[in-house]
């Protein structure tokens, strides 16, 4: 690539810490655009936001796809696959066609069984119909772990699923994380905590980090 590629997020959004991890793990260097999500309303509300991505969501990720050519993705998993697709190496899905399965139930439960539930726009409006969000992102962590747990044990491997890091790692750590800011049990999932420790002691993974990016605050 003769551009380096740029990725819009925030140093908190597990979506972000999720595409973060990968690009580390394909020794992909990349530019950091940050993108406030609670500052000034939001920057994702922005108008020029907007035209980048209608979701007015993170990640972004702007990437040089064939010489002189940039292109624009969104949704985190999305990109996900194309940073598989298009530098294979490291591989993060197995060669197995049912191990690849697994790796992706894994994502799904992370991606559409936890993560929206404890998404701002969903606490936003938790809050404002008087529900406790607190506990119901929690209530949403465990779950979803609880989950993951018992894939993880039945998988019996160093990671998730398996031997070799894989998806499933790339959103487990980012999950594992924000389910600490709900103050989940995360004595429930011991078989997790050591796959998580595994991942962090691995420098790609620990410069991910949302406390090592340039816009983290205390």
């Given at each position: 690539m003769n551009t380096k590629p740029k990725l819009y997020g925030y140093w908190r959004s597990s979506s972000s810490y999720r595409v973060r991890i990968a690009l580390a793990l394909k020794h992909l260097e990349y530019e950091t655009v940050p993108i406030h999500l609670v500052k000034d309303g939001g920057q994702q509300h922005a108008a020029e936001w907007k035209?980048?991505?209608?979701?007015?969501?993170?990640?972004?990720?702007?990437?040089?796809?064939?010489?002189?050519?940039?292109?624009?993705?969104?949704?985190?998993?999305?990109?996900?696959?194309?940073?598989?697709?298009?530098f294979p190496e490291p591989p993060l899905l197995p060669k197995c066609a049912y191990l690849r399965a697994r790796v992706r139930k894994v994502v799904e439960i992370v991606n559409s069984a936890i993560q929206p539930m404890q998404n701002l726009s969903m606490l936003r409006t938790l809050r404002e119909l008087g529900a406790d969000a607190q506990a119901f992102g929690r209530a949403a962590n465990e779950r979803g772990l609880a989950a993951i747990e018992a894939e993880a044990v039945d998988a019996g491997g160093r990671f998730t699923i398996g031997d070799e890091v894989t998806l499933a790692d790339v959103l487990l750590v980012p999950q594992l994380f924000s389910a600490r800011r709900f103050s989940a049990d995360m004595s429930r999932f011991p078989r997790l905590g050591e796959i998580e420790a595994r991942l962090l002691a691995m420098p790609e993974v620990a410069a991910a980090h949302p406390d090592k990016q340039p816009d983290a605050e205390p």
């Open positions: 035209v980048k991505n209608p979701m007015e969501q993170v990640p972004l990720l702007e990437i040089e796809h064939e010489p002189g050519h940039v292109v624009s993705l969104t949704q985190s998993v999305a990109i996900l696959e194309y940073l598989e697709e298009r």
